[in-house]
Nanobody
Framework: QVQFVESGGGLVQPGGSLRLSCAASGFPFETYVMSWYRQAPGKERELVAS????????NYADSVKGRFTISRNDASNAVYLRMNSLLPDDTAVYYCNAEPRFTSWGQGTQVTVSS
């Protein structure tokens, strides 16, 4: 059974940093592209960043490029999102999933950027 468990969110001031973690299980993690998504109140879920097998390539949404860094550890079936220079518009619930996406999602982790 596929599972995602996200953690590391919290309340941070504008300009601050957070590191999100996602523990995945139930599928051959190392063979999948892994992604972070986010969903802000009243908005559609959007793709934030993706990392290909062996970390050979990464893609980012224009809104986070240069501020966020995605990484993975295949030995521990984990994917991370380092977020720097956070903005109020980054406030959302953050989720991880594989590509192609599984139908099951984790509970997500809340990130709130506010002074």
């Amino acid at each position: 059974q596929v599972q995602f468990v996200e953690s590391g969110g919290g309340l941070v001031q504008p300009g601050g940093s957070l590191r999100l973690s996602c523990a995945a299980s139930g599928f051959p993690f190392e063979t999948y592209v892994m992604s972070w998504y986010r969903q802000a109140p009243g908005k559609e879920r959007e793709l934030v960043a993706s990392i290909f097998r062996y970390g050979l390539r990464t893609n980012y949404a224009d809104s986070v490029k240069g501020r966020f860094t995605i990484s993975r550890n295949d030995a521990s079936n984990a994917v991370y999102l380092r977020m720097n220079s956070l903005l109020p518009d980054d406030t959302a619930v953050y989720y991880c999933n594989a590509e192609p996406r599984f139908t099951s999602w984790g509970q997500g982790t809340q990130v709130t950027v506010s002074s």
